[in-house]
């Protein structure tokens, strides 16, 4: 965990990208909440694909140095198809809190061309703050219509997280 004259403090940081989804009945689930709207699509992924809290679940694994989603929850295990990616999330803080982390505050970013998300962040910062117990920031942003998600081909997400030396709480 922690060394003689070390600061108790680690910062993870987590990147996800999704590509919308062919399936016109997928819900886009961001940060927790589902996205509504006209023409808006869901993102294709094994699980609920929400990158926001997949880029978050990440930054967690990574200051706790305990791997990465991937690593925990593979695409190639039929059990997490569909997962709930909350579920996912709330996973990876018990074990970083197994491992004696836990998240002080979180600082996210969406990453999309479509659908226009700024309505939808404070909702998706609440819901991300109930579940890390931690305060959740949200912002929302363009490509200004570069690459691939500027071409509204998907969605990504980045997160940086903070995590401080504490209890373990929970268990697997």
Do not use: Y
């Not at 062919?22 to 689930?29: A, G, I, K, Q």
């Not at 295990?77 to 197994?98: E, F, I, N, Y």
């Amino acid at each position: 965990m922690t060394g003689a004259g070390t600061v108790p403090l680690r910062i993870g940081q987590g990147v996800d990208f999704h590509r919308f989804s062919d399936d016109p009945s997928r819900p886009l689930v961001l940060g927790g909440i589902t996205v509504d709207g006209d023409g808006v699509r869901g993102l294709d992924g094994h699980s609920d694909a929400d990158a926001l809290a997949h880029a978050l679940a990440d930054a967690v694994l990574g200051a706790a140095q305990l791997g990465d989603l991937g690593v925990h929850f593979p695409s190639s295990d039929p059990v997490w198809a569909g997962a709930d990616s909350m579920d996912l999330l709330a996973r990876t803080l018990v074990l970083a809190a197994a491992a004696g982390w836990v998240p002080v505050n979180a600082d996210c970013t969406v990453v999309a061309q479509v659908p226009r998300l700024a309505h939808a962040t404070g909702q998706m910062a609440d819901r991300l703050t109930e579940v890390t117990g931690a305060p959740v920031s949200v912002k929302a942003t363009t490509t200004d219509g570069l690459g691939a998600i500027g071409r509204a081909e998907g969605v990504g997400a980045l997160a940086v997280v903070l995590l401080t030396a504490g209890p373990a709480r929970g268990s697997a």
